[in-house]
C-alpha cells in the first residue's frame, strides 16, 4: 500500500520480481514456491504519481521444507503362466535424499531387490489371476507407495507324464500267443487345467504299426491275438512288439514311454 498527502492518482509497479510471484491490479503480490525456489528472492516495488517515483525493495527467503518422494515407474500389470515377469520400479526425490525401497504386499510367487528395485518371479499354473503387490518408496522422512494388480493369464498346461502297467518288458520272459485277448494297460494321465483327456493306443514291430481310435478318459485297450498275428504276420510263434500311448488334451501331447513284449 501507498499514500500521497496531495491525492494524487498512484500507479505501481514491480521491475524485479522472480518468477513464482505475480502482481496484480490490486498491488497484490502473490505465489507458491516450490522446491526449486529455496533460497533468496529479491523484489522491487515502484509506485509513482505524476511528480515522482518512490522504491521499496525487500527480499523473500523460502525455507525448504521435505518434499515426498515420486514413483516414476510406470506398473506393469500382465503376466503370463509359466513366463518370467520383471519390473523395475523407479521414484525420485527433489531434495535428493537417498531412498529406501520395500515391499510390504507381495504374493508368494514375487520377489523384490530392494537395491535393484526389481520386482520379478515366474507364476504357475495355480497362480492364475489377479495379485495386489504394494511398493513403498521412503526419505526417511516421508513414505509413498505404489500399487499393482499383476493379472496372471492362463497357459494350457500339457497333461503330465504317465507310465505304462501291462505288458511290459519282462526280460527273456515271453508271453504265449494263444487264441485270447490281450489287454493292454496304463496309468491315467492328469491335467491341471482340468481338460477332457483322450488316448491313442499305438503298437509296432519293424515293419508295421497300428493305432487306435481315439480313447476318452481310458486308461485300457483290448487286442486279440489273432489279430496282432493278422497285422504283423509273424514268421514265427513269437512276435516282438513294442507299444505305447498318446496323450492329448487336444492342445498339447505327451507320450508315454515304449516298451516291447514277446
Do not use: R
Amino acid at each position: 500500500t501507498a499514500s500521497d498527502d496531495d491525492g494524487d492518482a498512484l500507479i505501481f509497479a514491480v521491475p524485479i520480481l522472480p518468477s513464482w510471484l505475480t502482481f496484480d491490479s490490486t498491488a497484490t503480490i502473490s505465489g507458491t514456491p516450490l522446491n526449486e525456489h529455496v533460497g533468496s528472492h529479491a523484489v522491487l516495488m515502484t509506485v509513482s504519481d505524476a511528480f515522482g517515483t518512490v522504491e521499496q525493495s525487500f527480499t523473500i527467503t523460502v525455507i525448504n521444507t521435505n518434499d515426498a518422494p515420486v514413483f516414476t515407474s510406470t506398473t506393469l500389470i500382465n503376466s503370463i503362466e509359466d513366463a518370467v515377469y520383471s519390473y523395475t520400479a523407479t521414484a525420485s526425490d527433489e531434495d535428493g535424499n537417498t531412498l529406501t525401497f520395500a515391499a510390504p504386499t507381495l504374493p508368494s510367487w514375487l520377489s523384490f531387490d530392494v537395491a535393484t528395485q526389481v520386482l520379478s518371479g515366474t507364476p504357475l499354473n495355480e497362480h492364475v489371476g489377479t495379485h495386489a503387490v504394494v511398493l513403498s518408496a521412503s526419505d526417511g522422512t516421508e513414505t509413498v507407495t505404489q500399487s499393482l494388480d499383476i493379472a496372471v493369464a492362463n497357459t494350457n498346461d500339457a497333461p503330465i507324464q504317465f507310465d505304462l502297467i501291462y505288458p511290459v518288458s519282462l526280460g527273456e520272459d515271453t508271453m504265449g500267443l494263444s487264441e485270447h485277448n490281450i489287454e493292454f494297460n496304463w496309468e491315467k494321465s492328469e491335467d491341471e487345467d482340468g481338460d477332457a483327456l483322450y488316448y491313442i493306443f499305438f503298437i509296432k514291430n519293424d515293419n508295421t504299426f497300428f493305432q487306435s481310435d481315439s480313447l476318452s478318459d481310458e486308461n485300457s485297450y483290448v487286442m486279440n491275438v489273432d489279430q496282432l498275428k493278422n497285422i504283423f504276420l509273424p514268421s514265427g510263434s513269437i512276435l516282438t512288439l513294442e507299444w505305447y500311448v498318446v496323450c492329448t488334451d487336444n492342445s498339447n501331447t505327451i507320450i508315454s514311454s515304449s516298451t516291447n513284449f514277446y
